[in-house]
């Protein structure tokens, strides 16, 4: 899903896991990009549109059709009349958006897990390395990114290394800001592995 917020004099960050927002200190935004491809928090887009319908533009859009739908549903019932939508894919999303020159501040990737198995791994590396490359070519220098995979398979060394990659060929530097995992409701146990899952990086691309 990508969510586009127009602020003004508004310091927020969303917290894509508990749709939570938090203020982030000495940080001005004029537009965010929340790109959440193929999955249901379509709600999120909603909430955020709702707390700031005085000075924030939401666009949503997802490959999924269905999503789409149940974003505008829930447009709907919450009288938002900030939101448009719009259903495509992440990997051609990114270049049109590049392409056509949509100045974005702050974008957010939060994608579907890429792999659910270790033989293809390497093939959901690569489509990371994509997504982050393009959304660091769309920033401006000293723009904001927050990047995150789902998928115990693509590890913090193998996740770390690809944004290391994908930063050297888009030309740009990242000053990390954040790291996190999953809140504790999703407790990670050391004896299971595929509990270890969740990667979230918050950068500033200089």
């Known amino acids: 899903m990508i969510h586009q917020y127009k602020l003004s004099g508004y310091n927020i960050v969303l ?3 508990s749709g939570s927002v938090h203020a ?3 940080v001005a935004y004029d537009a965010i990009a929340l790109i959440d491809q193929g999955s249901s ?6 909430a955020l549109a709702k707390k700031y319908a005085d000075r924030a533009d939401v666009t949503a859009a997802d490959i999924s059709a269905e999503a789409i739908a149940m974003a505008q549903r829930n447009a709907q019932r919450n009288n938002l009349t900030n939101m448009d939508f719009l259903c495509e894919d992440t ?3 990114l270049p049109r958006l590049e392409k056509e020159g949509h100045p974005y501040d702050f974008i957010i990737l939060d994608p579907p897990a890429f792999t659910k198995a270790r033989r293809t791994v390497e093939n ?3 489509g ?5 490359y393009r959304a660091m070519k769309l920033l401006p220098r000293g723009g904001y990114l927050a ?3 789902c998928s115990h398979f693509a590890t913090e060394e193998l996740f770390i290394k690809m944004l290391r990659s994908a930063a050297k060929d888009a030309h740009r530097q990242l000053r990390q800001i954040e790291v996190r995992q999953q809140a504790p409701d999703h407790p990670i ?3 299971v592995p595929e509990t270890n899952y969740l990667k979230f990086f918050l950068f500033q691309v200089i």
Do not use: H, P
């Not at 928090?41 to 909603?46: F, G, I, L, N, V």
């Not at 990371?128 to 982050?132: A, D, L, R």
């Open 124 to 126: 959901a590396m690569r």
């Open 24 to 26: 982030v200190d000495d």
């Open 128 to 132: 990371y390395k994509e997504i982050n």
């Open 189 to 191: 146990l050391w004896g």
């Open 15 to 17: 917290d894509v896991y």
């Open 41 to 46: 928090r379509e709600q999120a887009a909603a």
């Open 147 to 149: 990047t995150a995979s």
């Open 91 to 93: 990997f051609e999303l």
